[in-house]
T-cell receptor, first 119, second 109 residues
Framework: DAGVIQSPRHEVTEMGQEVTLRCKPISGHDYLFWYRQTMMRGLELLIYFNNNVPIDDSGMPEDRFSAKMPNASFSTLKIQPSEPRDSAVYFC?????????????????FGPGTRLTVL | RKEVEQDPGPFNVPEGATVAFNCTYSNSASQSFFWYRQDCRKEPKLLMSVYSSGNEDGRFTAQLNRASQYISLLIRDSKLSDSATYLCVVNSWRWDMRFGAGTRLTVKP
């Protein structure tokens, strides 16, 4: 199993540009999560999907951020326009099944992350 | 109050030492608990789940205290390779997994 795949691994862009981050979850996983990690704020949940449907996007900072999951094997996180304060590591994670039914289903598997720098 | 709180450390301990981390959570309805490990510039990875009765995995012991709403991680006989940031994670029906800010551990020779 290839694990969760993210691209690009590094992105440097200028303020005002559009940024698109991509994620391929582990095959068969029903849940997909987008996180942002900074030194100041730690790991923050931005949004998560269940069976391609957004369930909770309350962590999305503002309207400049949007996420989609057009099918079970692909998701994007888009920032438009980007700002220097968006600089962070963005992680995608996936999980197999419904939480609470069996604890073993609760493990999240993280991708390697995308390190975003907005100048 | 943050949903999940951890002492950020850093904890600097010599090899062979025993070190313990605590984590408190605010939602009494939380259902499942985990410790994740994150190495520098890497993604978080599951270290161990935390069960109500407490559980042990080699040198690592996790405990849950629901009444006081905290979980703990004990590492015995620390190795250099244990140096990492340890993230406390809490899961409930209302919100999905919430991560603590992490506790940084450095094990020195």
């Amino acid at each position: 199993d290839a694990g969760v795949i993210q691209s690009p691994r590094h992105e440097v862009t200028e303020m005002g540009q559009e940024v698109t981050l991509r994620c391929k979850p582990i095959s068969g996983h029903d849940y997909l999560f987008w996180y942002r990690q900074t030194m100041m704020r730690g790991l923050e949940l931005l949004i998560y999907f269940n069976n391609n449907v957004p369930i909770d996007d309350s962590g999305m900072p503002e309207d400049r951020f949007s996420a989609k999951m057009p099918n079970a094997s692909f998701s994007t996180l888009k920032i438009q326009p980007s700002e220097p304060r968006d600089s962070a590591v963005y992680f995608c994670a996936s999980r197999r099944g419904d939480r609470g039914r069996d604890p073993q289903f609760d493990e999240q598997f993280f991708g390697p992350g995308t390190r975003l720098t907005v100048l | 109050r943050k949903e999940v709180e951890q002492d950020p450390g850093p904890f600097n301990v010599p090899e062979g030492a025993t070190v313990a981390f605590n984590c408190t959570y605010s939602n009494s309805a939380s259902q499942s608990f985990f410790w994740y490990r994150q190495d520098c510039r890497k993604e978080p990875k599951l270290l161990m789940s935390v069960y109500s009765s407490g559980n042990e995995d080699g040198r690592f012991t996790a405990q849950l205290n629901r009444a006081s709403q905290y979980i703990s991680l004990l590492i015995r006989d620390s190795k250099l390779s244990d140096s990492a940031t340890y993230l406390c994670v809490v899961n409930s029906w209302r919100w999905d997994m919430r991560f603590g800010a992490g506790t940084r551990l450095t094990v020195k020779p």
